[in-house]
């Protein structure tokens, strides 16, 4: 291989740009140890460098005034393929989609001409990480089946997309040998308003379910759970009340989570209301709608469900506000039943489940949805959630040997919760 002083080299200014200092030492150390992979690049008329200023400061680091090269004319039409990837990593304003494109077509065109080819080998060539290799390759080799992959948010978010799906099909092919035995469970996907219309008068033993709060949430990820409006939500929750009052065999619980805001109502207000006013129907919340609708019991005060490890989830100023770490239910009692545990205080102390643990941002942990199912439900009893996310009540149903209907207005939770229904048979 021929070589060339490096004050030979034609560098332009552009070319000077500033570069990462670890970046040059990492490539220093691995010159060191394998020696250069790949020459520089000049043209031939004036020795002018075409691509390799990194390398060329790599080799100043260890002391060498000599570098490896070949003229652009004598390289091959892949070598000009990957000069040019090459080049396009290091534009700025690169997008996080076509950086990871220009990664992932480098390796595999390196790996087409030497089948040992590794990620880590790419990493070296491309200036960049093993891990943010492995991430772009993987992300663009899903995004060929699924192009969504890349409406995520960033990097970050769609390899968490992509990551939860290969886990999610591995899941499923085993989860297809499980033979369905034992009580039945299943999460039906479609609107609550709608689908609770077809389900019989007096047909559950309990009501366990976490409505949709009326509120935005977006995650650091950029993931949004939900974008809720609040009319909409409110007038669902309000609609919806009336209908689990009347699937609800007599002498039975409702338990329901809700935005701790639309819960109570003022005892004075409650006097004057009107009940043909919407608008005023809406703000006095759900203890109301329930009573409205029959339910002869209403917890006095929510109960709540206090997360301690919760350290996400800010309101408002970070410097004022502070970290939302519970959450609000109630419990609606239609007829005259009683909980199966008396003198329970009404505060549930459990942790959320952690991502590595969850299907869905927002999923109940399971010792929460066991106790709760304990207190208001007996052996074959049948159950319904009329928003099952990812069927995190179903699954307590089964454990308790209780039947369980769910629904679920988004396909992909519905999936994962009869999946994980599937999975919880199987334990
Ligand atoms: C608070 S989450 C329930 C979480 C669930 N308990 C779990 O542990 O996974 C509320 C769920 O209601 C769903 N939802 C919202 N509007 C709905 C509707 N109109 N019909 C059915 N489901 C709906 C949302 O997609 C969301 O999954």
Not at 208 to 232: A, H, I, Q
Not at 326 to 336: H, Q, R
Not at 372 to 397: E, H, N, T, W
Request: proline share 4%; with cysteine.
């Amino acid at each position: 291989m021929q070589t060339i002083p490096i004050s030979n080299v034609k560098i332009t200014r552009r070319q000077r740009k500033e570069l990462d200092s670890e970046e040059v030492e990492a490539l220093a150390d691995s010159i060191e140890r394998w020696g250069l992979l790949h020459p520089v690049t000049l043209r031939r008329k004036d020795n002018g460098l075409i691509a390799g200023f990194r390398r060329i400061q790599a080799h100043l680091a260890l002391g060498r005034s000599e570098i490896e090269f070949r003229y652009h004319d004598e390289l091959t039409d892949i070598e000009v393929k990957e000069l040019e990837l090459e080049e396009n990593i290091r534009r700025v304003n690169l997008t996080w989609q076509e950086e990871a494109q220009a990664i992932a077509e480098i390796h595999s065109l390196k790996q087409e001409i030497d089948p040992e080819w590794t990620t880590s080998k790419t990493a070296e060539f491309v200036g960049k990480s093993t891990g943010t290799v492995s991430t772009a390759v993987s992300i663009t080799r899903e995004a060929e089946r699924d192009p969504s992959v890349w409406e995520a948010k960033g990097v970050v978010a769609a390899k968490n997309k992509v990551d939860r799906k290969r886990k999610i099909e591995a899941r499923k092919i085993r989860a297809a040998s499980v033979p369905e035995t034992g009580p039945s469970a299943e999460i039906k996907t479609g609107d609550a308003a709608e689908l609770i219309l077809a389900e019989p008068d007096e047909e559950f033993d309990a009501v366990v379910t976490n409505f949709p709060f009326g509120v935005d949430l977006e995650f650091k990820s950029g993931e949004r759970p939900y974008e809720d409006d609040e009319t909409y939500i409110t007038d669902l929750v309000m609609g919806m009340v009336p209908e689990i009052y009347r699937v609800l065999k007599d002498d039975s619980w409702a338990i329901m989570f809700f935005d701790i805001r639309k819960m109570t109502y003022n005892t004075f207000m409650a006097q004057t209301y009107d009940h043909r006013d919407k608008v005023s129907r809406r703000g006095m919340g759900l203890k109301r709608w329930c009573e409205e609708a029959g339910f002869s019991y209403v917890s006095m005060l929510p109960f709540i469900w206090v997360k301690p490890n919760k350290r996400q989830g800010l309101i408002g100023n970070a410097d004022r506000g502070m970290v939302v770490a519970y959450e609000a239910g109630i419990f609606a009692a239609k007829g005259d039943p009683t909980l199966n545990v008396s003198g329970r205080q009404n505060i549930f102390v459990y942790d959320t489940l952690t991502t590595g643990e969850r299907d869905f941002s927002v999923e109940m942990p399971p010792d929460l949805c066991d106790e709760l199912v304990r207190m208001v439900c007996y052996q074959g009893d049948k159950i319904l959630d009329p928003f099952a996310g990812s069927g995190a009540i179903g699954s307590a149903a089964l454990r308790r040997d209780c039947n369980f209907v769910g629904f679920e207005i988004d396909p992909e939770r519905a999936e994962l919760g009869n999946l994980k229904l599937r999975e919880t048979r199987n334990e």
